[in-house]
Structures are given as C-alpha cells and as structure tokens.
C-alpha cells in the first residue's frame, strides 16, 4: 500500500465515524453503510466530489489547505490532525534508524524508570539498566524482539497486565501512527499480520484506523505477590528520527519505591562503567 491509499484509508475511516447531524446537515435517502457520505465530505469541505472521491482512492495529492479542511470537516483531533498531514507529506520526514545519538544517550541516563528504545515498527533496540533489573527474566524485550507482539501474544505479558487490552489498545495506536508513514516497509506489514492472526479476539483493535502519535496512558501490572504497580507510559519521539522512547515511569510513591529497590544504584552504575 502507497502512502497516499493509507491517508484515503484513514479518511474513509475518519469519514465512517460521524453522521450527517454532527456536521448540522439534515439526512436523507436510505444509507447502506454507516458514516457520511462523500458528497457530504466534500461540500463541507469546499472540494469536488470527484477530486474527493479520487483523494480516498490515493489516486491525487492534496495541499495542506486542503487537508486542513478535511481535518476540520471529519472532526479529527490534534494527533489526528497532524497524522493527516505527515501522510500528505506536510511534516518534517524521519530517518529509517531508531539508533540515533540523542535518543540513545537519553535512554543511557534515563535511571530511575524503566525504558526502551524502538523504532517505527516498535522493534526493540535496547532497553536500559531500570528495564532489566525491574521486569522478570520472562517479561525481558530484548534486542530484535518487537514490543507490541510480545505484549499481545506471550503469556507472561498476558498475566502481569491488570487491563491488558486497554495497554494493547494504546500500545497499537501509536504504532499505527509510525507504521503508516512508512507503507512499503515489510517488517510492519509482518508486525500487523501477526497480530491478525494470534490475536483474532482483538480483530477491531487491529483493524482500527485511529492514531496516537504520542502521549502517555496508566498502565497498571502485578508484582508477583498479589501488589499492583502503577506506570505512566510515556512515548517520546524527536524531529528527525523515525525511532522513539517507551518510558514507565512510576506512577505512585509504592511503584516508586518498589522499582527503587530494584534498580541499581548510581554509585554502582558509576563503578560498572569504570
């Protein structure tokens, strides 16, 4: 799929979730599918239903003007918003690697939460000192392994998380919004597939269209004696890079003190490099 088939997949999508009295039109005729309908989209939008109907299609490029309206037509949010526009070519392009210098040195003094470094198709590049000494051995996403696909389909993943489909669901957003940009890219393509396939009860999660393209969401686990631990995970992305930071950053005094107890001192991260 050409970049340009997704963004006239996320319209489509974006276009199925409203109905004629959000935009204040009156409805009429028999409607077979949900949504409105594109003649609706693009007299709203001041566009041609043609030139509309051949934008969903991937067919025709449209200005930012263009794509601004729509955004404002379709009542998409501000993530959504600028995913509409990186798909139209509008935002700054990234580089294919997730080893960059500034992420790697953030994630290397990143010490008193556990972190990881991906890249778009949340392939794990490294992890710091906080992730190992905090998660069990099972629970370890080591290099190559890819985060989401571990979350969704490993059992130890399936019992720690308190509301595992509620991390999934967030989880996958945001890879959604990194893996449509890049439309060619096999890896991803295998990423989804698999998701499909060993995780057919999550099917409407996998074949939703809407984005993340950061953020943070609580995510709640078990510490293996019957305590809860509570995170914030966070996704940071920088300019210029395709890759990202997962942080879990602690999201109570417990939690805190919990992976504390954990994680190794500065004194002796200092003695280790020595």
Not at 45 to 64: C, D, H, I, P
Not at 176 to 181: E, H, I, V, Y
Not at 198 to 226: F, H, I
């Amino acid at each position: 799929m050409t970049i340009r088939r997704e963004l006239g997949a996320f319209l489509r999508a974006a276009r199925a979730q409203l109905t004629p009295a959000d935009l204040g039109l009156d409805a009429y005729g028999s409607r077979r599918v949900r949504g409105l309908r594109r003649e609706e989209v693009a007299a709203v939008s001041g566009v041609g239903l043609s030139w509309y109907t051949w934008l969903e299609q991937g067919r025709v490029n449209a200005s930012r003007q263009v794509l601004d309206a729509l955004a404002s037509t379709l009542r998409l949010g501000e993530q959504q918003h600028r995913h509409v526009l990186a798909l139209g070519g509008f935002q700054p392009g990234v580089g294919e690697s997730a080893d960059s210098a500034r992420l790697s040195a953030l994630l290397d003094e990143w010490s008193r939460s556990p972190a990881l470094l991906l890249d778009h198709r949340f392939d794990v590049h490294a992890v710091n000192e906080v992730y190992d000494a905090v998660w069990p051995p099972d629970l370890e996403a080591g290099k190559g392994t890819n985060l989401l696909l571990a979350m969704a389909t490993e059992s130890g993943w399936r019992d720690v998380l308190v509301d595992e489909r509620n991390v999934l669901y967030e989880l996958f957003l945001r890879f959604r919004a990194q893996a449509d940009l890049h439309p060619t890219d096999p890896r991803a393509h295998e990423v989804l597939r698999t998701l499909r396939n060993s995780r057919p009860d999550l099917a409407r999660y996998w074949e939703c269209r809407d984005v993340r393209d950061s953020g943070t969401w609580p995510v709640v686990a078990t510490d293996g004696s019957g305590g809860r631990l509570r995170f914030d995970f966070t996704l940071l992305r920088t300019e210029g890079t395709s890759g990202s930071l997962l942080v879990q950053v602690p999201g109570d005094d417990e939690t805190r003190e919990w992976v504390r107890e954990r994680t190794p001192s500065d004194e002796a991260r200092s003695a280790r490099r020595l």
